[in-house]
């Protein structure tokens, strides 16, 4: 009953705001906090919200907001004014995601950095050790920065509620070489290049390119191109696969990978047998079936998600293998001579992914997390995206050809680990179909 009352009050005091009645509004809202002692953190957390937006004090503002979100920590539009208010956000900024702007089409022009030796002028290029530019001709090492360095995340609704959550890569980018003054087009997928007439290298400076975010950390290649074809081999005579023709050399180069942090909880439904003593002279024990409804609390980190459409499958199976602990904040020079492809998943779509995938693990875990339980249903609706970083991982790839096919082989650069979608390594027909399955 009072949770009903509380909650008729919120709607007017929610109608007087949005007609303007800030005063009115005020009263509605004063009276459906003091009288919600039994009312839902939902009907709290939104009442505190809306007394926030009748009110143009700051502090005030600032404490309705924060109380809103000790109700309700996922509250989207609590977190974004908060974010407006800290200056993390401008209002000029939000944009309505059923109505963007359609991006300008045509070429675009973009800049590229072209990394030359400080002492001969030459070519630098990045060696594979995560460290350091080494030049061709002589030798110069230039390191690129502290270890220690992490990959800062980004707020997910204050990315969300602008363009930045909703870009989409270019039809076509220009580049102009500062070495020999060539001009030449790339791929939307590229994010970095070597000059087709000075061989100089080059990568973009995502800064001049509006519709794409650019990536916050980078996961340095650990190694060369031998000890790549040298981990390919390794894994080829592990697994018996025999090639039916020769097997070019590994490629090297990054590919764009969604990483995001979620929080909230699980609600949840469930059945538990409970063992209960009964006191008389006999003492014996009963068991009964007892039905919970609960909810628990859930902290996901690093949830990561291919951000490239082309290799989606592969990079999946073999993102299991990378420490993303690893990552290190994003330096250009990290891709000086490799090539980088840029994101065609956006960041919203990627975001629903992760949050399905951390459901469906969390889901499977509960019985272990909460004891022993009959899971009966579940819900994410108190599921929320906390952060996200957009982080370029190392790959060598190459194919192999069996059964007519070509069959493409990923290698983890960072430690070597190789993932190959060829079927003649599996053992047997039950293998090979759990893998079938697990993908579905």
């Not at 809103?68 to 208010?85: F, K, P, Q, V």
């Not at 909880?265 to 209960?276: D, G, H, L, P």
């Not at 290190?328 to 399905?356: F, I, N």
């Not at 995206?385 to 790959?395: A, G, I, Q, R, Y």
Request: negative net charge; aromatic residues 8%; charged residues 25%.
């Amino acid at each position: 009953m009072q949770q009903d009352y509380a909650d008729s009050l919120l709607r007017s005091g929610i109608l007087e705001a949005k007609t303007g009645s800030q005063s009115v509004a005020r009263r509605y809202l004063e009276r459906a906090l003091y009288t919600s002692n039994n009312a839902s953190h939902d009907t709290m957390a939104e009442a505190w919200y809306w007394m926030a937006m009748v009110t143009d004090e700051p502090a005030e503002k600032r404490k309705a907001l924060e109380n809103a979100l000790t109700h309700d920590l996922g509250h989207s539009r609590a977190r974004r004014e908060l974010a407006i208010l800290d200056g993390r956000l401008k209002p000029e900024d939000l944009v309505d995601a059923d109505a963007l702007p359609v991006p300008a089409g045509g070429i675009a022009q973009a800049d590229a950095d072209r990394f030359m030796c400080p002492k001969c002028g030459g070519r630098m290029s990045f060696a594979p050790d995560g460290q350091s530019l080494v030049c061709e001709y002589c030798t110069r090492n230039e390191t690129l920065g502290t270890a220690q360095a992490e990959a800062e995340e980004e707020d997910f609704i204050v990315a969300m509620s602008t363009l930045r959550g909703h870009r989409q890569p270019l039809a076509q980018q220009v580049f102009h070489c500062q070495g020999c003054g060539a001009e030449f087009t790339l791929p939307p997928t590229l994010l970095s290049a070597t000059c087709l007439y000075c061989n100089s290298a080059h990568v973009v400076s995502l800064e001049n390119v509006r519709e794409l975010i650019a990536p916050d950390g980078v996961l340095p290649h650990a190694f060369n191109q031998k000890r790549a074809a040298w981990h390919l081999v390794q894994w080829v005579e592990k697994n018996k696969v025999q090639p039916e023709v020769q097997v070019d050399l590994p490629r090297g180069l990054y590919l764009p990978t969604w990483t995001f942090d979620l929080g909230g909880s699980i609600q949840y439904t469930a059945e538990r047998v409970e063992e209960e003593e009964i006191p008389t002279f006999g003492k014996y024990r009963q068991y009964r079936t007892v039905r919970v409804t609960d909810e628990y609390s859930i902290s996901v980190n690093d949830q990561p998600v291919p951000a490239t459409r082309k290799l989606a499958k592969p990079l999946a199976r073999l993102l299991r293998t990378f420490d993303l602990t690893a990552v290190k904040p994003y330096d250009p020079r990290y891709l000086a001579d490799w090539p980088a492809e840029v994101y065609d998943v956006p960041m919203g779509d990627a975001s629903l992914d992760a949050r399905g995938q951390a459901f469906k693990a969390m889901k499977a875990d509960l019985p272990n997390l909460l004891g022993s339980i009959t899971l009966i249903s579940s819900s994410s609706a108190g599921m929320r995206v906390e952060s996200f970083k957009l982080v370029l991982l190392p790959v060598w790839m190459t194919e192999i050809r069996q059964g007519g096919k070509d069959h493409l082989v990923l290698i983890n650069g960072q430690n070597g680990a190789v993932h190959g979608d060829t079927l003649e390594k599996k053992t047997n027909l039950f293998e090979w179909l759990a893998d079938v399955l697990e993908d579905d």
